[in-house]
């Protein structure tokens, strides 16, 4: 995801940060469905 766009006067890198909170930080990404929903976002 550090891939350079470069406009006509500029050069810029989009970088993304995903946080996911559930309520009360209860566990709810475990074992297999946390492996498949890393493969999807990364």
Do not use: A, D, F
Request: with cysteine.
């Amino acid at each position: 995801m550090n891939e350079q766009r470069h406009g006509i006067h500029t050069v810029s890198i989009l970088m993304v940060h995903i946080v996911w909170v559930t309520k009360y930080r209860y566990p709810v990404l475990q074992g297999n469905i946390q492996k498949r929903c890393r493969e999807l976002v990364m």
